[in-house]
């Protein structure tokens, strides 16, 4: 199996990450299952706006999407700003959108029997609701959700912090993540045995 992450930090290659830090964490626990793994950084391509599989003139996500078509688990991790997923996490899901207009020879949308997870970062409040707001939009164009999908971090209130900062990763976001790498894998497994029916 292999996973893609896509990191949606705000920041450029080579800076530093707090979501490429979650991320590289939650590939590190897909491949303790023989995951293979895959990283992009969104914002170091150009991803234009739109809601297709290719908005022409140079947009890269076409790149991008043939990856994910490759995977068969995608970890979207994002940072919160301002109570809310990155503009960058907003413009890839917008983009994923497109796929629930593309179907395979059985008539079911690509992104079929694919599992989705989802990593966020934060010194402010806010994980819930982007992961909230992550697993419908990616649910709506045919991903599958395992059970305890996502994992996060806040820093605590008016005491801000980074993630990437950290001494140690925190117990609780450790097992957390670990779960939600076990459980990935079960839920990839099972659907690469029994697809979801054609139309």
């Known amino acids: 199996m292999r996973a893609l992450a896509l990191v949606c930090t705000l920041k450029p290659s080579p800076a530093e990450s707090s979501s490429a830090v979650m991320a590289d964490q939650i590939l590190d626990a897909l491949a303790e299952h023989g995951v293979e793994r895959d990283v992009a950084r969104v914002v170091d391509y150009d991803v234009r706006p739109g809601v297709a599989v290719d908005m022409g003139d140079g947009d890269q996500w076409p790149q991008l ?32 959108n497109a796929e629930s207009g593309e ?3 059985a ?3 690509t992104t079929y029997g694919k599992v989705a997870v989802v990593g ?8 819930h609701k982007i992961v909230a707001d992550l697993f419908q939009g990616l649910n709506d164009t045919g991903f599958t959700v395992p059970a305890q999908g996502a994992t996060y971090w806040n820093s605590e209130a008016m005491n801000p912090r980074d993630y990437k900062d950290l001494d140690r990763t925190p117990d609780a976001v450790a097992a957390t993540t670990s779960a939600l790498a076990a459980n990935a894998c079960h839920l990839a497994r099972l659907l690469q045995q029994h697809q979801y029916p054609g139309s």
Request: net charge negative; glycine share 8%.
């Open 120 to 127: 966020v970062v934060g010194n402010e409040d806010g994980a």
């Open 103 to 105: 179907t395979d020879e």
């Open 107 to 109: 008539g079911r949308p």
């Open 65 to 96: 999407r043939e990856r994910l078509l490759a995977a068969d688990v995608l970890a979207f991790v994002t940072p919160t700003w301002v109570g809310h997923m990155s503009s960058v996490a907003q413009r890839a899901l917008e983009r994923i």
